[in-house]
Each structure stands twice: as structure tokens, then as C-alpha cells.
């Protein structure tokens, strides 16, 4: 995978992350494009709560495609509320250190727990990206996250080994020099 062998402490990052990010969210931002173009930012953040929610159901011992990744909408205040829910669900779910070793069915097969946290560190970072461009309110992510992220992805999304079925684009060209979240955009196929 990488060279995270437990990534919740990055993961409860994210979510830290993800939380600020949605403070600065009104509900007039709702109905912007955002670079995942099958979502406007009100349906991206249903899909990135509910998330939260299936990978918490994951670790209760559920099996991901028993579950979708959507919530029901909340009002257009509600968003922050609604992640806080889904961050307490998965927190308890995620806090047995024997479940990092124990089989867990995610949407891509049956991996180790640890595993199925690093896929959802990798998304929930993307996401978060996906939420601050569509934003353009200049908030700040967190490089190091950013970083782990990237290297998750290049180690489970291979640029060579993309095929039909896998939720994410062929790699995208990017700059030498572009920083991490830029390079982690481009490698999940966002166009940057």
C-alpha cells in the first residue's frame, strides 16, 4: 500500500480538514461545478458524507456495496452537522486497532482494514480538494495529507493499470514543480 501502516490519525486529519473546509461553505456555493463534473458541490458533498458513513459501516463489520455512498440531504446549513455525525459513527467504528489487520470488504474487493483506511484517506483528501477549487475562497490544505495521499494512490492506482470499471480517469499531465494536492488531482484523472 505505502509506507502508512495505520493511517486513521491522518484520516481523523482529513476529517479536520474537511470539517473547515465545510465552515466556509454558504448555502449560495451549493449549486457551483466542481472538478468531479457529475457532481455539483450540494452532490459531492452527499457523496463524500456518505462516505464517511458507508466506511463506518465498513468498520462495524458491514460489506460496502450493502451500502450507498449518499446521505439524505440536509438543509443547505446543515452540511457541518451532518459530517459531525458521520465523523462520530466512523471514529467509533475505526477504533479497535485490531481491525487495521482484519479482512474488510471495500467497494474495490476484500483488503486488510488498514488498507480500507488508506483508500478512504486517499478519497477523503481528493474530495477535499475537489470542495476547496470548487470554492475558490482560498483555503489552505493540508500539504502533508496531501502527500500521504499521493503516495497511497500511486501505490493502489497505478498510472499503467487503470482500467473500466475503476472510478477514477487516466492520470492527467501535470507540472514538475506542482505541488502535492495538484499532483494527487491529476493523479486520480482530475484535469488541473
Known sequence: MTAVQDARPQYRGALDQLEKLLATITPADLERPTPCSEFTLRELLNHVVGGVHRFAYMGEGGHARDTVAAIE???????????????????????????????????????????????????????SWDIAVALDNGFALDDDLARTALGIAESVLPAERRVPGVPFADVRPVAEDADAHTRLAAWTGRTV
Request: aromatic share 8%; no cysteine; net charge negative.
Open 73 to 127: 440531504d440536509p438543509s443547505d446549513e446543515g452540511w457541518p452537522a451532518a459530517l459531525g455525525r458521520a465523523r462520530a459513527r466512523v471514529t467509533a467504528a475505526w477504533a479497535d486497532d485490531a481491525k487495521l489487520d482484519r479482512p474488510t470488504v471495500a467497494p474495490w474487493g476484500e483488503v486488510p482494514g488498514a488498507a480500507a483506511v488508506g483508500g478512504y484517506l486517499m478519497e477523503l483528501v481528493t474530495h
